[in-house]
């Protein structure tokens, strides 16, 4: 069992940036692929942005790549999500998500094991 926990939502506007970071006290968070995910009103849930286990290899969803940037921080066990660039398509409920169990990084949110409860980001034109 792993409960993800979000930090650093907010407001901004358009052309600023956002870091995200996510942690778990479990000590099986190491174990995890970590990704993030946002879901917009009305949407399906999105894949951001994933950070392997195995290498520390990042992977990105289309509408991020260049401008996001995932990385993990071991001494603090912390995965940060640094968002430039950010415009108003970009508001939503970001989380974070577990996955213990796969041995590569699924796009599809159902693949995923254990979720954070979300935090807001909500960017002005």
């Known amino acids: 069992q792993v409960q993800p926990v979000e930090s650093g939502g907010g407001l901004v506007q358009a052309g600023d940036s956002l870091r995200l970071s996510c942690t778990a006290s479990e000590r099986t968070f190491i174990n995890c692929h970590v990704g993030w995910f946002r879901q917009a009103p009305g949407k399906e849930r999105e894949f951001v942005a994933a950070?392997?286990?195995?290498?520390?290899?990042?992977y990105y969803g289309d509408s991020v790549k260049g401008r996001f940037t995932c990385s993990r921080d071991k001494f603090n066990n912390v995965i940060n999500l640094q968002m430039n660039a950010l415009g108003p398509e970009d508001t939503a409920v970001y989380y974070c998500?577990?996955?213990?169990?796969?041995?590569?990084?699924?796009?599809?949110?159902?693949?995923?094991?254990?979720w954070g409860r979300g935090t807001q980001v909500t960017v002005s034109s």
């Open positions: 998500a577990c996955d213990l169990n796969d041995l590569y990084i699924d796009h599809d949110y159902r693949s995923w094991d254990y």
């Open positions: 950070i392997s286990r195995n290498n520390d290899d990042a």
